[in-house]
């Protein structure tokens, strides 16, 4: 047995809408069989978010609860002190907002952020962005093909000096924001508009993600659970392409 | 629009939906109704005149629950119906041209409601009763989210206050938008899937569920129940009704306690609605078993997370189970949803991963230790289970597909068909 990792799946009850909780899963898994023992912790309002895990994980959710998020985990800076410890970071769709450096709250002023990703989300004034997402990560993350998702949301996101895109949109907005691109990263943070959930249907994302605290990763020898990936990421890819 | 075009337009769309149905492409309502509009855009207005209207909505259960009360109703009532589950404008337009008698005071309207549509639809009828059953996720490519949808649902009763409502007490946002009505019957009829349900519609913080209810630190809380349901029996202001369905799962009796509700606010006798009820044995193909090539198959629709616990209930103790997924539009395009869903609970069954998007689904099951084969065609799946009690869950438009295909229709001719319908009305 190796070492025990700490996983968080950060506020669910207010960011779980789009299926994003399934991102945890799949970290916590995926760790679990390279022989790592995992400790998935649900952090709610109530237990708060500790500071000592290794992994945390943020989804998308409803304007109201966005913003009861973005006030909670402004206390204590609980994700900022996580991440100077070493730990990585995945956030998606509202997620990703609330860690800019502004969002526009539930009565569409716009917000403070937690600050994490050096970008500002600004509402749209035009239709929602919804569908199948596809975003070119070129060779910023070794071993990472091209990504594909589900997005849904109305904001616009502008990056800031200091974060750059996860990648090059290549069907659908993303961040809808100047260049076609989707997400920020910074560091070991990593924020994207792609549900699906994201480390789902793209494994080779996950083991980058995880790649960025416990180093090289092992292929994991579960043929038929790698088989199942690929034909879904395959699928995806060829589906939306085509269409 | 004069007489004579209305009589011709009505006329043209019960001609389409015969011919869809003789054709066995559909049930014959939405694409219809969908000319109907387009010929005759006041319909629904015009022909709903002196006819009070119950509307029943909520995100799960509107099709099982509408047919309940209906059939609780049809006893006292001549009773319209959109029984087909085509729930939008199109549906209930051409529901109305299939209007029963004319008899004032015995004439009543009974439809189910998409819930996006509830307010638009709701003001457009002489509503007198809206029944509110749950909100949770589903389709969010396409319906709102669920807070925005229940503040929609609040506006509508402040500016409609003839209307009572009779409410699922225990869902907080069923409660939030039910509180603006001038009348609400409360029912306790359960929420199983408490994900949309733990942020405070009112104030945004997490609300507190325990046993007896639930509370949050802004003071809004569950209010007393006026009906309850306990194993079997529905109580009704302290008085027991005894259910004894032909439907499976509890979640029929909350279903039915809604639609007791709906009788004790028309002052229909509750016992011989009871009655009634218990003669149901299948909803738009819901529920019942059909044979299989020697396979005695529980047909059962599951859209979301919420309608999915419900469907563990029912699978019970049949050891095949077949899963099919697909995200079509009326689905939802994305089945990020999966991840919601506890299928930890198909452990030890043999699971057969189906519909268009059966690979999402293996991928789910996989992570979720479900041990499955992959078989995208329904049909062959249902052929290749080990059992002969086995249960086929599926959400809508793969249920749609098997049962198409279990009547002998074709389905690439109903799909060709339909998008061709669709083109011709834009």
């Known amino acids: ?243 | 629009m004069r007489k004579a075009e209305a009589r011709v337009a009505i006329a043209g769309a019960q001609l389409v939906s015969s011919l869809v149905r003789s054709l066995g492409i559909g049930e014959g309502a939405a694409l219809p109704g969908r000319l109907l509009i387009r010929l005759y855009p006041g319909v629904i207005s015009e022909l709903s005149k002196s006819l009070p209207a119950v509307l029943i909505s909520g995100t799960n259960a509107k099709t099982t629950t509408t047919a309940l009360t209906k059939e609780a109703l049809s006893g006292s009532f001549n009773v319209t119906s959109n029984t087909t589950g085509a729930n939008m404008d199109t549906g209930i337009a051409f529901s109305l041209t299939t209007r029963k008698g004319t008899t004032a005071g015995k004439d009543l309207a009974v439809f189910e409601v998409d819930e996006a549509y509830l307010p638009d639809i709701g003001s457009k009828l002489e509503t007198k009763i809206v029944a509110l059953l749950n909100l949770s996720r589903d389709q969010l490519d396409r319906v709102s989210e669920t807070r925005m949808t229940a503040s929609k649902w609040s506006s509508f009763f402040q500016k409609n206050p003839h209307i009572t409502v009779v409410a699922n007490c225990d869902d907080p946002l069923v409660v939030f938008a039910a509180q603006s009505a001038s009348e609400v019957l409360w029912v306790s009829a359960g929420l199983n899937f408490f994900q949309d349900a733990y942020s405070c519609p009112v104030c945004g913080g997490e609300i507190d569920f325990s046993d007896s209810g639930w509370r949050c630190t802004c003071g809004f809380s569950r209010p007393l129940a006026d009906i309850e349901v306990s194993g079997n029996t529905v109580s009704v202001f302290g008085k027991g009704i005894e259910m004894n369905l032909s439907l499976p799962g509890q979640c029929n009796v909350a279903n039915s306690a809604i639609a007791l509700g709906v009788c004790q606010v028309l002052e229909v006798d509750l016992d011989s609605a009871a009655r009634r009820m218990s003669s149901i044995s299948e909803v738009a193909g819901r529920y019942k078993r059909v044979s299989i090539d020697g396979h005695e198959v529980r047909m059962l629709l599951s859209k979301n997370p919420a309608g999915w616990v419900e469907v563990f209930d029912m699978v019970g103790d049949d050891s095949s189970v077949v899963v099919a997924i697909n995200a079509q539009t009326a689905d939802g395009k994305d089945p990020s949803w999966l991840w919601d869903v506890p299928f930890e609970l198909l452990r030890g069954k043999e699971v057969f991963a189906s519909g268009e998007r059966a690979y999402d689904l293996s991928v789910r099951l996989h992570y979720a230790e479900v041990s499955h084969r992959v078989e995208k065609d329904s049909l062959e799946a249902l052929r290749a289970c080990g059992a002969k009690d086995v249960s086929f869950v599926g959400n809508y438009t793969s249920f749609q597909q098997l049962r198409n295909r279990l009547q002998g229709n074709n389905g690439s001719l109903v799909s060709f068909i339909r998008r061709l319908g669709n083109r011709v009305l834009g």
């Open chain 1, 1 to 243: 047995m190796r070492e025990k990792i700490k996983v968080v799946s950060v506020l669910p009850n207010l960011l779980g809408t789009y299926g994003d909780s399934g991102n945890a899963v799949v970290v916590s898994k995926r760790l679990a069989l390279r022989g790592f023992k995992v400790d998935l912790v649900r952090a709610d309002l109530k237990s708060g978010v500790p500071t000592d895990a290794d992994f945390y994980l943020i989804g998308g959710g409803e304007d109201g609860p966005q913003a009861r998020a973005a006030e909670f985990l402004a206390i204590g800076s609980p994700l900022e002190r996580a991440l100077d410890k070493g730990a990585a970071l995945l956030a998606v769709c509202a997620g990703f907002q609330i860690l800019g450096r502004s969002f526009i709250g539930p009565d569409m002023e716009p917000r403070d952020g937690i600050g994490v990703f050096g970008c500002r989300t600004h509402r749209f004034e035009g239709p929602r962005s919804v569908g199948e997402l596809i975003v070119d990560p070129g060779d910023a993350m070794p071993g990472v093909p091209m990504l594909t998702g589900y997005e849904n949301h109305q904001g616009i996101t502008e990056l800031l000096d200091g974060t750059r895109p996860l990648g090059v949109v290549r069907t659908g907005n993303g961040n809808n924001f100047g260049p076609r691109v989707d997400g920020g990263v910074i560091g070991r943070a990593i924020g994207t508009y792609m549900h699906g959930p994201v480390l789902a249907r793209n494994p080779k994302f996950c083991d980058y993600f995880l790649s960025l605290v416990i180093g090289q990763v092992d292929p994991i020898r579960d043929v038929a659970l790698e088989n199942s990936h690929d034909r879904l990421y395959f699928e995806r890819i060829n589906q939306v392409l085509k269409d």
